[in-house]
T-cell receptor, first 112, second 112 residues
Framework: EADIYQTPRYLVIGTGKKITLECSQT?????MYWYQQDPGMELHLIHY???????EKGDLSSESTVSRIRTEHFPLTLESARPSHTSQYLC???????????FGPGTRLTVL | GENVEQHPSTLSVQEGDSAVIKCTYS??????FPWYKQELGKRPQLIID?????GEKKDQRIAVTLNKTAKHFSLHITETQPEDSAVYFC???????????FGKGTRLSVIA
């Protein structure tokens, strides 16, 4: 089934650890996005990509990096996690020419 | 850049009543206006969208209206049901050119 997949769904780590949150979509979409969201609160755009080898920073880069080597894959890396990174991270994608976004199920991150 | 304001931040209605959520945007070039519903613990899901070439769109109990001159758009839910309880987000973009800019969300509670 065409969808957006995120792993892990839940993660608890210690301060200073490097982590990568995975996002893959099987919908053939060109554009992908990462958002940070405290439950039920505002959506903050962290990074986005309009295609392979194209990445842009959003309003809240949050000391993270992304890469887009394959169309279907858009991982987010935190080089050194801090308690302020505790939040939910949502991945989304859209097709070229439209902004109808589809969201993944999210990764809930807790940094101790 | 685009700025989207959303009101109210919380809304309580009796089951069967109507609910209205309003958003304003700042960039007159924006032409795509989706609404997302996020239930507790779940991902945001698109419920309806409108493009600037129309003034109103309906889908069963849900309708969206757009006033380009005033730069505002509204979500109308009629005959509300408890399952309509969720956080609703509006957004705006220049479709295909800029990422969606989201409002801060409205928490709707439908009281049985």
């Amino acid at each position: 089934e065409a969808d957006i997949y995120q792993t892990p769904r839940y993660l608890v780590i210690g301060t200073g650890k490097k982590i990568t949150l995975e996002c893959s979509q099987t919908m053939g979409h060109d554009k992908m996005y990462w958002y940070q969201q405290d439950p039920g609160m505002e959506l903050h755009l962290i990074h986005y990509s309009y295609g392979v080898n194209s990445t842009e920073k959003g309003d809240l880069s949050s000391e993270s990096t992304v890469s887009r080597i394959r169309t279907e894959h858009f991982p987010l890396t935190l080089e050194s996690a801090r308690p302020s990174h505790t939040s939910q991270y949502l991945c989304a994608s859209t097709n070229q020419g439209t902004d109808t976004q589809y969201f993944g199920p999210g990764t809930r991150l807790t940094v101790l | 850049g685009e700025n989207v304001e959303q009101h109210p931040s919380t809304l309580s209605v009796q089951e069967g009543d109507s609910a209205v959520i309003k958003c304003t945007y700042s960039d007159s070039a924006s032409n795509y206006f989706p609404w997302y519903k996020q239930e507790l613990g779940k991902r945001p899901q698109l419920i309806i969208d409108i493009r600037s070439n129309v003034g109103e769109k309906k889908d069963q109990r849900i309708a969206v209206t757009l006033n380009k001159t005033a730069k505002h758009f509204s979500l109308h839910i009629t005959e509300t049901q408890p399952e309509d309880s969720a956080v609703y987000f509006c957004a705006a973009s220049i479709e295909g050119n800029t990422p969606l800019v989201f409002g801060k969300g409205t928490r709707l509670s439908v009281i049985a």
